[in-house]
Structures are given as C-alpha cells and as structure tokens.
C-alpha cells in the first residue's frame, strides 16, 4: 500500500456509534467496512468504568462485532501514563473494574494507606467516606489524578454527573487541582495514535464533542471529523476558535473503506514530525 493512502481512525463511541443502548443507525455499516477494507481503527472512550473487553462485549451484543484489541479507554491510558511516571506505584482509587483492573495490569497496587496516587474515575459506589479519604490522602500528599474531566454524562432517561464533577469535589476541598489523563489531553490521544500505528497525518478523529473529541484531534494535528448524531447541533459550531474538518450527520455518511475521505482528507499533505516506519517514510521523502 502507498504510504499517502493510508489512514487509521480513532472513534469515540457514545454519540458516534450509539445513544445510550440504542445503536445509531447506519454505524454497524460503518465499522464493518472499516474491518473488511482492514483499515485500522480504536474507539476511544472517557469511560474508565469498564474493562475493554466488556466495551467490546457490550458493542458485539449491539451489532459491532469488535474485538477487546479495537478498544482504548482512558483507564488504561491513565494506568500506563503512571506506570510511565512512577513504575510499580501505588493508588488509592475511587473508580470501578475497568480501572483496577487497568492499574494491576500496569504493575499497579491499590492501597488505602500513603498511596503515590489518588485516581479518580467513574463509578456508583461513591460514597461520602470513600471522597472524605481522598481528600485527606491527597491534602497528606498523595498526587490528585483524573482519568478524565467530563463533567457529566448522557444517560437514556437524561443526565449523570461524571468524573469531572467527582474530581471537582475533592479539588475544591484541598484546593489541589487533578492531572487529567482521559480526552482531551495529549496524554491519551497520542497513546492511542501510537496503539493505532498510525502517523498524525494518518490519524483521523471521528467524535460528536468540541471539547474533548474535536479539540483533542485539533491539538496533536489529527484530522477531526464531527458528527452531529450526539451532543453537538451545527449552530453551536460559531461558538469554538477551533473547527473539525469536516462535519457529517452521522459516520453512515462515510462511504465504504473510506473512499470518500481520501479526497476529502488526503494524507501526507502537512507536515508530519512523527513517522512511524522511519524507512517507509525516507523512501517517500527521498
Ligand atoms: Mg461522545
């Protein structure tokens, strides 16, 4: 394959792929051209509450028949960030299976005593003792972590608070602010890029939220494409300094293996600083 036709897809789920439990239609096409014309994709999720192999469950219950690799949540992008930081730590964690489990397989113990981490995700255990103890290990010098800051999330009977609006509480108590892991930070778009074994230019972003999926693309220099079958109308696009690339009503507009976006998105016309077959790219740009 030509170096310039290659493109690799980071998608986020919920919006792009389903609403609640219900499948957004025309998504099932989509991913199953993407298997079949064998391009390579990751969803990407700010949930940390489950494990990548129950998402992949959850999506082949749904009609997506994906496999736990097509997976990167922020809770295994917040493990390998610390394991990265400070190998075979500590943490002290209010979250559920995806992130303690995710944080084992990164060497990982989970203590309630001095951890090096307190690591926020999100969960319906929380209790008022369980924000109590965070906030005292963290005032005592534990490091605040969020595995990401969405302040809430879309439920099929309306709305739940989220991970940001857990870390906001034990914020303002110590007056500490969290390290953010999850969508937007650098931190998880560029691991996934770098699981997806794509370039930048290569990498395209597909998401229905300006201010973690699109923004998030925007910064490492992704292409972004955003949805409208999500949280997003296209009158609110005049409110963002920063635009996608494209905007589609929903990813059943993208044709089959993605033919329509070679001309839309070409790749390999912006400057890429990170190749990823350093021989393959000297033999294009020789
Ligand atoms: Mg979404």
């Avoid at 391009?39 to 219950?61: E, G, Y």
């Avoid at 303002?172 to 778009?189: D, L, Q, Y």
């Avoid at 560029?190 to 201010?211: F, H, N, P, W, Y």
């Amino acid at each position: 394959m030509a170096i310039g036709t290659k493109k690799g897809f980071l998608i986020d789920m919920d919006g792009v792929i389903y609403r609640g439990s219900e499948l957004i239609p025309g998504a099932d096409r989509f991913i199953e051209s993407l298997l079949r014309g064998r391009i390579p994709f990751l969803f990407l999720t700010n949930n940390s509450q489950r494990t990548r192999r129950d998402v992949a469950m959850k999506l082949t219950r749904m009609g997506v028949p994906v496999e736990p690799r097509h997976i990167f949540t922020c809770a295994m992008a917040t493990a390998r960030f610390l394991a990265s930081q400070k190998p075979h730590g500590t943490a002290f964690v209010i979250g559920e299976g995806g992130l303690l489990n995710a944080l084992h397989e990164n060497g990982y113990a989970i203590v309630d005593k001095s951890p090096d981490y307190v690591v926020v995700g999100e969960g319906r255990t929380l209790s008022f003792e369980m924000v109590e103890q965070a906030v005292q290990l963290v005032v005592d010098g534990a490091k605040l972590i969020a595995t990401n800051l969405d302040p809430n999330c879309p439920t099929p009977t309306g709305t739940r608070p989220g991970c940001g609006a857990i870390v906001k509480l034990i914020e303002e108590a110590t007056g500490i602010r969290a390290f953010s892991v999850g969508k937007p930070s650098p931190v998880m778009m560029r691991q996934a890029r770098k699981e997806l074994g794509m370039a930048t230019s290569e990498t395209i972003m597909v998401g229905d939220t300006m201010e973690t999926d699109i923004v998030g693309g925007v910064q490492m220099g992704y292409r972004t494409i955003l949805v409208l079958s999500g949280g997003t109308s296209p009158e609110d696009l005049k409110n963002y300094a920063y635009q996608p690339d494209l905007v589609l009503d929903s990813v059943a507009d993208l044709d089959e293996d993605g033919g329509m976006l070679h001309e839309i998105l070409p790749t390999m016309n912006r400057a890429d600083d990170t190749p990823h077959d350093l021989r393959e790219w000297v033999k294009a740009h020789a």
